[in-house]
């Protein structure tokens, strides 16, 4: 069974149910709650391929905090006490740096479940993380 448990949140009803799931299937682990404040088009610092805690806009550091808010009352009312953290830049590199750096045993990362062109527009971050990860990744779906 994981130790150390990372869970990324971004608001998401996935997020909430991936977070859900890994308190239910991991109670004794101790869990971070990861919100990547993503980069803008026009942000330089994501043209210069630059990631982590860069200073960040008022209102995507309140967004950050209400998600993390919200995610820390809700794991309480499960009976769950979590850590948080945050960053800034690219949700996929940033979940991978800080699963490797802060020495997690498993990333649980929710899936919004796009197929077809918006999956090829968009991405997955969840499916980045898994393939760049050397932390096992549970994908839930």
Same mark, same amino acid.
């Given at each position: 069974?994981? @130790?150390?448990?990372?869970?990324? =949140?971004?608001?998401?009803?996935?997020? %909430?149910?991936?977070?859900?799931?890994?308190?239910?299937?991991?109670?004794?682990?101790?869990?971070?709650?990861?919100?990547?404040?993503?980069?803008?088009?026009?942000?330089?610092?994501?043209?210069?391929?630059m990631t982590g805690n860069l200073?960040?806009?008022?209102?995507?550091? %309140?967004?950050?905090?209400?998600?993390?808010?919200?995610?820390?009352?809700?794991?309480?009312?499960?009976?769950? %006490?979590?850590?948080?953290?945050?960053?800034?830049? /690219?949700?996929?590199?940033?979940? =991978?740096?800080?699963?490797? @750096?802060?020495?997690?045993?498993? =990333?649980?990362?929710?899936?919004?479940?796009?197929?077809?062109?918006?999956? *090829?527009?968009?991405?997955?971050?969840?499916?980045? *993380?898994?393939?760049?990860?050397?932390?096992?990744?549970?994908?839930? /779906?």
């Open positions: 069974m994981p @130790e150390r448990v990372l869970i990324p =949140v971004d608001g998401s009803s996935r997020s %909430t149910e991936a977070m859900e799931y890994a308190i239910e299937t991991f109670p004794d682990a101790t869990m971070t709650l990861y919100h990547v404040i993503e980069s803008g088009q026009g942000d330089i610092g994501a043209l210069a391929g200073p960040d806009q008022e209102a995507a550091m %309140t967004r950050a905090e209400e998600v993390l808010l919200e995610a820390t009352e809700h794991a309480a009312e499960l009976g769950a %006490t979590v850590e948080t953290a945050r960053g800034r830049g /690219r949700p996929d590199r940033l979940i =991978v740096k800080q699963a490797e @750096e802060g020495e997690y045993d498993l =990333v649980v990362i929710g899936s919004h479940g796009r197929d077809g062109v918006a999956r *090829v527009l968009m991405g997955s971050v969840a499916e980045k *993380v898994a393939r760049r990860s050397s932390i096992p990744v549970l994908i839930y /779906r």
